[in-house]
Nanobody, 127 residues
Framework: QVQLVESGGGLVQAGGSLRLSCATSGRTFRPYDMGWSRQAPGKEREFVAAISWSGDFTYYADSVKGRFTISRDGGKNTVYLQMNTLKPEDTAVYYC????????????????????WGQGTQVTVSS
């Protein structure tokens, strides 16, 4: 089993920045593709960004492209989400996800059927 713990959420004004982190524990010796999704009040959870185990490949939702950057520690199952130029519509609970390597496709991350999930961290952007 793998446990994922997110941190870095909070309250920020529109136009501001936040950096989310996700650390893993448990079976950390196995490689995982990792990423982020979010769920706003009254809406379904949606894909935000993902990064391959090697760090060579990334995917972004159109709504965050150019504003958010996903990265990871080389060789570690730790992932970050740098969020700039935040908008009120970015308000949501942000969830970290990890997926066993070998299936890094955009369609899989869009489906949200991933192997492991964190508990989430709240991000609130005020106007």
């Amino acid at each position: 089993q793998v446990q994922l713990v997110e941190s870095g959420g909070g309250l920020v004004q529109a136009g501001g920045s936040l950096r989310l982190s996700c650390a893993t524990s448990g079976r950390t010796f196995r490689p995982y593709d990792m990423g982020w999704s979010r769920q706003a009040p009254g809406k379904e959870r949606e894909f935000v960004a993902a990064i391959s185990w090697s760090g060579d490949f990334t995917y972004y939702a159109d709504s965050v492209k150019g504003r958010f950057t996903i990265s990871r520690d080389g060789g570690k199952n730790t992932v970050y989400l740098q969020m700039n130029t935040l908008k009120p519509e970015d308000t949501a609970v942000y969830y970290c996800a990890a997926d066993n390597v070998g299936r890094f496709r955009r369609s899989r991350w869009d489906s949200q059927y991933l192997d492991y999930w964190g508990q989430g961290t709240q991000v609130t952007v005020s106007s």
